[in-house]
């Protein structure tokens, strides 16, 4: 008897947690399924031959309008539970950045809308498990 191997295809992510000085955290309006009309952290997809980390900096870019160096971005946690998105396997790396109070940003690519939100008063639920990273980033 031969033993039949199962391989699982997973998607690799990049998610950013961009927060200013006064206690407020970056969030995005999903645009799309699953999670359409949720917020969510900003991030996206790791493209072929991109590091999580120049997808994190693209992903921020692209969607909120916000720029950052790679260098002032520092990685938090990799987020991999098995049922952390409905679509199938994703695993992130989360990545944190600080960026001044004034920070002006406007929702482009697949969000609807992006805000700064205060910490203590976040839109719950959150979509997927970005309580949990924003959680492991507070523990940091």
């Known amino acids: 008897m031969t033993e039949i191997e ?6 690799f992510t990049a998610d950013i947690v961009a927060t200013t000085p006064d206690g407020r955290v970056l969030l995005i309006e999903r645009g799309w399924p699953p999670h359409e009309g949720a917020w969510a952290l900003p991030g996206g997809h790791v493209d072929p031959g991109e590091t999580s980390l120049a997808a994190a900096v693209r992903e921020l870019a692209e969607e909120t309008g916000l720029h950052v160096s790679p260098g002032d971005l520092r990685q938090i946690a990799t987020f991999d539970r098995p049922d952390r998105d409905p679509r199938g396997r994703y695993v992130t790396v989360a990545y944190a950045v600080t960026v001044p109070a004034d920070s002006i940003v406007q929702a482009g690519d697949d969000a609807t809308a992006a805000r700064w ?3 203590d008063a976040l839109p719950m639920p959150l979509a997927f498990d970005h ?6 980033v507070a523990a940091a």
């Open 6 to 11: 199962t391989f699982e295809n997973i998607r």
């Open 117 to 119: 939100w205060p910490l």
């Open 131 to 136: 309580a949990d990273i924003l959680a492991a």
